[in-house]
C-alpha cells in the first residue's frame, strides 16, 4: 500500500544490517529482474556514493525506523495519487 509508505529522507535499518541507510525515492522500477521496489536508498551518512552503493528493497525488509523524514500535504497528495494509480494498474 503506497499510503504506508516511508517519505524520503526517512533513515532506516534493515533486518540483519548494520549500515543505516537513507530513502531518497519510491516506487522503483528494476528493469533487469522487471520487479518494482518499494524504496531506492543510500549509505547513511555518506548519500550518494555511485549507482553501485544504492539499495532497493522493501517495507518488509525494514528493521527498525531511525528517522521518518519530512511529510506535507504536497507529499500526501502525490502519495494519494500514485495509490490510486498502482491499484489500477493491478486491476
Same mark, same amino acid.
Do not use: W
Given at each position: +500500500?503506497?499510503? +504506508?509508505?516511508?517519505?524520503?529522507? =526517512?533513515?532506516?535499518?534493515?533486518?540483519?544490517?548494520? &549500515?543505516?541507510?537513507?530513502? /531518497?525515492?519510491?516506487?522503483?522500477?528494476? #528493469?533487469?529482474?522487471?520487479?518494482? *521496489?518499494? *524504496?531506492?536508498?543510500?549509505?547513511?551518512?555518506?548519500?550518494?556514493? %555511485?549507482?553501485?552503493?544504492?539499495?532497493?528493497?522493501?517495507?518488509?525488509?525494514? +528493521?527498525?525506523?531511525?528517522?521518518? %523524514? *519530512?511529510? +506535507?500535504? #504536497?507529499? #500526501? =497528495?502525490?502519495?494519494?495519487?500514485?495509490? /490510486?494509480?498502482?491499484?489500477? &494498474?493491478?486491476?
Amino acid at each position: +500500500n503506497m499510503i +504506508n509508505l516511508l517519505p524520503i529522507g =526517512s533513515v532506516v535499518l534493515l533486518k540483519d544490517a548494520t &549500515k543505516k541507510l537513507m530513502i /531518497i525515492g519510491i516506487m522503483q522500477v528494476k #528493469e533487469s529482474e522487471n520487479k518494482t *521496489y518499494d *524504496y531506492l536508498a543510500v549509505p547513511y551518512p555518506e548519500g550518494y556514493l %555511485g549507482q553501485d552503493t544504492n539499495f532497493l528493497f522493501d517495507h518488509e525488509d525494514i +528493521n527498525d525506523i531511525i528517522f521518518l %523524514g *519530512y511529510t +506535507n500535504p #504536497e507529499r #500526501e =497528495s502525490f502519495i494519494k495519487a500514485m495509490d /490510486i494509480i498502482y491499484n489500477l &494498474k493491478d486491476k
